[in-house]
């Protein structure tokens, strides 16, 4: 018994040494700017003492948190809009992508052709999509002012100029693209037996009664997966952002990422502590997020 | 034994060619191996001549001024490829591990808050005191720069010297006085309203720089408003009657007078209103001096574009000259090393280099020194012509205020410019603009 709890430890200790690496690097990379955002968020660190952040102390311990929900219209109406951009993406992108994949696994005529298509703009750097976008929004030269002439002559659509517009310009930047999403969702569906399709058939089921008897309910975990990945892309939102409109007109356009830059590099206040305390409510936002739509998913167990 | 001996050369090879490296960098960082003592300087003009000519010519005033000393010490010139933004982000880096350049030129990037604060860089305000030929050559930069504390940490050797551009071809077609003649904002008036009545947009705008300009020109319009303006970075309100004014005229006498398709986003990539100007679309623009370089073989004549100072109601003329955050200097640097650097910002600051910077279209100096009238006859190129009359021009206004960023700040510069998209559309009033400018304020306390 000895000998077999001494070999044990052996090899606990010999796994320990294999994963100390690996535990490090998290340590190092992950672990330590998360604890750093962490306590920075109680702290005073901008222009006037940046290379040494202050404590706030204990009786203001929460400042930046009750300036951010209190006085600090950018940060709330990037909270708002990460919202938006996280229910938007669940609304729009999960299942378009869904129905394009379903639409694709029945492997119709030209389906690879349509399969790449819808991929190619996710293999598109943010950056181009960004120009293409800013191009498209243009409004001495961009398509968009001139069909908005056409069918209402002299309205001179500017869709970046516009609060409203400029909110809906930058969603549909990105909210449409769910070619990976895509592919996912497709790899898993051909991945499932083809006995149960068969044997669907022979008892007279349709196609419609496969794709929402058998095929969704096999592909939930999947679903579940691609939500995590699309939510979490609008919440983090800020490359299109920052190429189409700068998070303007008048702030409209703010995620939290954008507010975290601005706030902490795109100022002169250089205010880091601020910035952080956004990104402490985004991390936890996100956790929130990623737990909702496992519940909702069952992706946990493994359905 | 053939990998044997195979290996031994390697690594032989890579020992030496290791200790030559570590040989290099500390002999790069000491005194360049001569014993004399070492500058090293990082500018952000990387530019290819082809690309931008001004940067070539640059390098060149900074590489005379090494060879020129060269038996007296080290003068190390380093290009950033990031320009002056990869210079500030370089510092911010640098500032966290306690470095700092020895000496740079930021370009308009204000670093001297953060840098001052850690301690990090040396008061040239002494240096300047001193010597009344150094003084004179920094010009506007001594005054706008000196902080609330009395000290100086950055001067510059170019100023952005604001004023506006006009095409006086449309002006005649639209039967409009043209801004020379102007004595007030209702010539001003008259003439955008002549203009708008002749079909020709009197200006193209976006929501950031050209916008902001106009609205710094028309703060200078009397005495109470320019006594507003002045406040600056002090101001604790914008509930006051000379800003709703200027707030309200950049509503209804100025963004309502033009279209949806003259007025852009903003941002570093919105240039239509630009363009709008060179192919002779828009009679207007606001824009520094140094837009002359685009005007070369424009489609709107190079010959029809003037350049004007903004009026006033009181009978002056202004003009928005603004100094910003140029040479900054490592206060970690022997008192040698700082006198090296000193020496550098009185080169750069010469009337000799002032006139070379004029002359070769490069942009405005904030130099007293400086014969433009001189430096008129002594260039060739129309859009040098263009650019040292310019020059001219603005240094002749009775006012010379802060451009809208260097006055405010960038932050409130920034809030500002985010209203102009609303106050077009109607969506904002003026009390909208005020009262979210106050909440800008304290939330940035």
Redesign the interface.
Known sequence: MKKKKSRLNKRTGFILYFLMPAILLYLIIYAYPLINIFFTSFCEWNSKNFVAPRFLGWDHVFDNYRKIFTVDANFQRALINSIKWVILTMLIQIPWSVLVALVLSKRERGWRMTRNAFVIPNIISTAAIGLIFLNLYSPARGIVTEICNKIVPGSNVSVLANEKWAFWGVTFSFVLFGGSSCLLLMTQIFSIDPGIYEAAKVDGASSLQIDTRITLPLLRPMIGTVSVIAANYGLLLYNEIALISGGGPDNSTYSLSFYIYKTALGSQKLNFARANTAGVIQIFLGILLVGCINRLFHTKDGE | MKNKVFSSILALAMTVSFVSAAGQTVLAADDGGDGLPSVTFTHGYYHDESEWAPAAEMRKIYQEFADMHKDEFTFNIVADQGGAEGIY?TA?ND??S?DFYDIADFGGW?IT??AA??GAIMDLKPYLDADDDLKAGVGVCYDQNMTADGKIYSVREQVEGVGFWYNEALFKEAGAETPDMWKSWADFDAAVDKLVAAGISPFSMN?GWPTNILAAGYSQRDEASREFYAKGREIESFDDETFRQTTGFMQKNVLEKI???H?????D?DN?YM??FTSGDSAMLFNGVWAAGDFTDCEAGIENLKPALFPTDDGKKAGLLSGGCGYVVSDKLSDEQKEICVEFIKYMTSPEIAGRIVENGIGMVPSTAVDYEAAAGTVESPAGKLLVEACRTLNTADIKALGWGNNF???VE?EYQ?????L??G??SVDDVIK?LD??L???Q
Do not use: C, I, R, T
């Not at chain 2, 985010?418 to 609303?422: L, P, Q, V, W």
């Open positions: 982000n911010l500032l966290s306690g204000d808050e953060a604060g850690a929501a279209d949806a398709a007025f852009g986003p903003g941002g990539d239509q363009l709008d700040g960038g932050d920034g985010n209203k102009y998209a609303g077009k559309d969506s904002k979210e909440q800008a304290e939330a940035a």
